[in-house]
């Protein structure tokens, strides 16, 4: 029963630079909360926080209700694993899990079975007299997390632990500490600039823009509900059409279509695989600048008549050639104005996972 709270935090580094901006979320008892974020966005900084590798210049952490907030790494009930493990490469496995227990001097053949358990528990069972030098890199960063697990931490903290590996690796990892995650329902936060680890791993995402939370909500949420324009540009492929609404009419370019919205600028969030296409000889509304063959799906770039680019998720590629003309019709999933939606369609993206439209 772990509960993480962060309330207010701010770190502002000497330089100047604001990287958590007033921050404040809590994680309930094992949950798995992922921060997501472009680069500079301050997830790190956030998560260095938590582990007490940073100090906030203000605001307040708490770990089942005790303050924790300027209390040093070695003495929180926190365990983090970073992107670049850092194993002991002169110790064996063993050694380098049993040496934060020696540490707190736990009895020696508490250390082995606790050793011998987490090394079970992460595929590595009787790789304990192995050097580390000897593991791949999957298998090391599976010590890494050996090491913070022998610990039991209230709270688990990883920071892009997976970066450093291949696609296939990293999707194999994320689903096995997925597992043990919740196998132990330790509660987790976990650092990421990448959308599809955060939608297949969270049971929540905290989407954040310049140390501030963009939007907190469940993976299937932030997907298909996207607060602000910048959510719905940062998960999924998504056009962000830019038009104008003039007596319920929202037009760009040649193209207009009725938007029970006030009169004013407007953002239009339109999916690949929601905006379909028609190709025409005559009265086109933009032009088809290259199509993508993906195998399953042909994806079109199209150049609309004001030179604004779009993408089209077409089912067969053949259909489209560059240069030919066509006419759009955008299913938008919402509308935004002043970084804020005003309006939802209730279209719903066709597809589950946005790996499949990234292009
Ligand atoms: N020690 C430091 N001194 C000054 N500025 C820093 C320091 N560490 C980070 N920053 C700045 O704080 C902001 C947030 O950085 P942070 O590393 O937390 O972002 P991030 O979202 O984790 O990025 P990335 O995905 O690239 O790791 C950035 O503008 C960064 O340049």
């Given at each position: 029963m772990s509960v993480l709270k962060i309330k207010d935090v701010s770190k502002i580094f000497p330089n100047g630079t604001t990287a958590v901006d007033s921050f404040s979320l809590d994680v309930a008892d094992g949950e798995l909360v992922c921060l997501l974020g472009p680069s500079g966005s301050g997830k790190s900084t956030l998560l260095r926080m938590v582990g007490g590798f940073e100090t906030p210049t203000s605001g307040l952490m708490t770990i089942d209700?005790?303050?924790?907030?300027r209390v040093p790494p070695e003495k929180r009930p926190t365990g983090m694993v970073f992107q670049s493990h850092a194993l002991w490469t002169h110790m064996n496995v063993f050694k380098n899990l049993a040496f934060g227990l020696k540490l707190r001097k736990v009895?020696?053949?508490?250390i082995k079975r606790r050793v011998e358990g987490v090394l079970e528990l992460v595929g590595l069972g009787g790789y304990g007299t192995r050097s580390v030098t000897q593991l791949s890199?999957?298998?090391?960063?599976?010590?890494?997390?050996?090491?913070?697990?022998?610990l039991e931490p209230k709270i688990l903290l990883l920071d892009e632990p997976f970066a450093s590996l291949d696609q296939h690796l990293r999707e194999r990892l994320r689903e096995e500490v997925r597992d043990i995650q919740q196998r132990l329902k330790i509660t987790t936060l976990f650092v990421t600039?990448?959308?599809?680890?955060?939608?297949?791993?969270?049971?929540?995402i905290v989407?954040?823009?310049?140390?501030?939370?963009?939007?907190?909500?469940?993976?299937?949420?932030?997907?298909?509900e996207p607060q602000t324009p910048f959510v719905a540009g940062?998960?999924?492929?998504?056009?962000?059409?830019?038009?104008?609404?003039?007596?319920?009419?929202?037009?760009?370019?040649?193209?207009?279509?009725?938007?029970p919205v006030s009169d004013g600028p407007v953002t239009l969030a339109v999916r690949p695989e929601s905006l379909d296409l028609s190709a025409v000889s005559q009265g086109s509304q933009g032009k088809v600048h290259r199509v993508t063959d993906y195998g399953t799906h042909g994806m079109v770039d199209l150049e609309l008549l004001d030179g604004t680019r779009v993408k089209a998720m077409v089912p067969h590629p053949d259909l489209?050639?560059?240069?030919?003309?066509?006419t759009l019709a955008?299913?938008?999933?919402?509308?935004?104005?002043?970084?804020?939606?005003?309006?939802?369609?209730?279209?719903?993206?066709t597809t589950a996972h946005p790996a499949l439209v990234d292009a």
């Open positions: 209700g005790e303050d924790i907030t009895p020696a053949d508490e890199g999957g298998q090391q960063q599976r010590v890494a997390l050996a090491r913070s697990l022998v600039h990448g959308q599809d680890e955060a939608l297949s791993m969270a049971d929540r989407v954040m823009r310049d140390g501030k939370t963009e939007q907190i909500d469940r993976p299937d949420v932030v997907y298909r940062f998960i999924g492929t998504m056009n962000l059409i830019e038009g104008v609404v003039s007596n319920g009419v929202f037009s760009k370019a040649g193209y207009a279509t009725p938007l489209f050639k560059p240069g030919q003309g066509v955008p299913k938008a999933i919402a509308a935004y104005r002043d970084g804020r939606v005003i309006h939802r369609t209730g279209v719903v993206a």
